[in-house]
């Protein structure tokens, strides 16, 4: 005997179904202790601007809990990261210039 299927008006519900959910990394980039970063800071063409933005919000914010590059360059790898797939490719190439470009602007290149 073949199993039948349950249409979608008897499927149990989930418990989260109907909850708006949360989206932990927009929470971080929010709301995190590392950076107050300056808006759209990731959409710019020039990585040499991101690199300077990223240096100034990092050198500003009193709430970081490491050095500034360190939390410049984390902040950069997480957008990259949580970006993912959906990043397009051109701009995925102007934020792995603006690594390079953040090293330069703190000496450590």
């Known amino acids: 005997m073949a199993a039948r299927k349950i249409s979608a008006a008897r499927r149990p519900k989930s418990p989260r179904r109907g909850t708006p959910r949360k989206r932990w990394s927009q929470e971080v980039t929010g709301h995190s202790d ?8 990731f959409t710019l063409k020039d990585p040499r601007r ?8 990092a050198e500003a914010s009193k709430r970081r809990k490491s050095e500034p590059y360190r939390s410049a ?18 701009q995925a190439a102007v934020l ?14």
Do not use: H, T, W
């Open 73 to 90: 360059m984390s902040m950069l790898v997480f957008y990259i990261n949580r970006a993912g797939k959906g990043l397009p490719k051109r």
């Open 34 to 41: 590392a950076l107050d970063l300056e808006r759209s800071v």
């Open 96 to 109: 792995e210039k603006a690594k390079d470009e953040l090293r330069k602007v703190f000496g450590r290149a």
């Open 50 to 57: 991101i690199a300077l933005s990223l240096k100034r919000s």
